[in-house]
């Protein structure tokens, strides 16, 4: 008898164990999740409120609101839970899809400088050091690329993370690109269907080789490429502060950031040239020194160019 009160005492103890071991395995997931559940709330709740600022902006009740609002990339760093990034980088782009919709409304009259930063030539084997920087500082920028299938990911992360994809041509050849009207199209043609192919973007944005004022085009010969795009509503953009990153000699990234931040100022509406190429290192370098100076300045914002974007061009039609 004492042998089998003991095995139902052992029984009952094991029975209990098992109790609380299922308990503990019902409530400790049913914790976390209310707790995630909280924090979700928290995010909502600071993604309103930014949301709220944007339409305060587009009311024009409140310029100082939209500023910051564009630099909301410091502001959710406070979310540091990784469980929520996903749902913060959703939250993110639903905001900037709502300030980029509304970017034509700017005038020069706002009081806000518009910065677009741009690179050409990409993709290449910076274009993801270049995305991780300005992914860094939540800010959009231009990437006017030529055609490279190796690069087919960084082209679909371009478009993904909210950046405009333009036309620089295929081959970037000049010779060749620039011998007639038709050669040129044929060419561009050919880099807006692998873009659709890749990414589905309907690019309709362009940047001529060189830009438009380079010295190997004939004047006829881009005055038609002019007169083309604008039947097919298609803007080109040149621009008006050089990172001087084009030169062939080696250019430090210190010399980088002092040629844009020493003209950046200079203007309203600033397009800046860089370029995104396996060898240009010290543009990467430069990136967030340029970044960080001009997000210093409360009356300006940095911006992706759009359709809507007023050109800076250095040809004009005839």
């Known amino acids: 008898m004492a042998q089998e009160d003991k095995q139902q005492k052992r029984s009952r103890v094991w029975k209990r164990y098992a109790v609380i071991l299922l308990l503990l395995l019902v409530l400790i997931p049913s914790s976390f999740s209310v707790i995630l559940m909280f924090q979700m709330a928290g995010l909502r709740s600071a993604v309103k409120e930014l949301q709220s600022e944007v339409r305060m902006w587009k009311s024009g009740s409140n310029q100082e609101a939209f500023v910051e609002t564009v630099r909301i990339g410091e502001d959710v760093e406070i979310f540091e839970d990784e469980a929520t990034a996903d749902i913060i980088a959703l939250e993110n782009k639903l905001i900037w899809d709502d300030i980029e919709q509304n970017a034509q409304d700017w005038n020069s009259d706002s009081g806000i400088r518009r910065v677009y930063l741009t690179f050409d030539d990409g993709p290449s084997s910076n274009t993801d050091k270049i995305l ?96 083309y795009l604008s039947q097919e509503g298609m803007p080109y953009f040149d621009w008006n502060v050089s990172s001087g990153d084009a030169a062939s000699s080696y250019i430090s990234a210190e010399r980088i950031a002092k040629n844009v931040l020493d003209n950046v100022w200079k203007y309203d509406s600033v397009i800046i040239l860089m370029h995104d190429a396996s060898n240009k290192d010290t543009t990467v370098e430069a990136l967030p020194m340029i970044i960080e100076k001009i997000l210093e300045s409360e009356d300006t914002v940095l911006l992706p160019i759009t359709e809507d974007t007023s050109p800076i061009q250095h040809v004009q039609a005839n």
């Open 132 to 227: 991780d920087i300005l992914n860094e500082y939540g800010v959009k920028a231009t990437f006017f690329v030529c055609g490279n299938e190796r690069y087919m990911e960084e082209y679909q992360r371009i478009a993904d993370e909210g950046h405009t994809l333009g036309m620089h041509s295929y081959s970037h050849k000049f010779r060749e690109i620039y011998q007639s009207t038709e050669a040129f199209l044929d060419d561009m043609n050919r880099l807006h269907d692998y873009l659709y192919e890749v990414t589905g973007v309907d690019s309709k944005i362009v940047r001529f080789p060189g830009g438009s004022s380079n010295t190997i085009c004939e004047k006829d010969v881009m005055q038609d490429l002019i007169a």
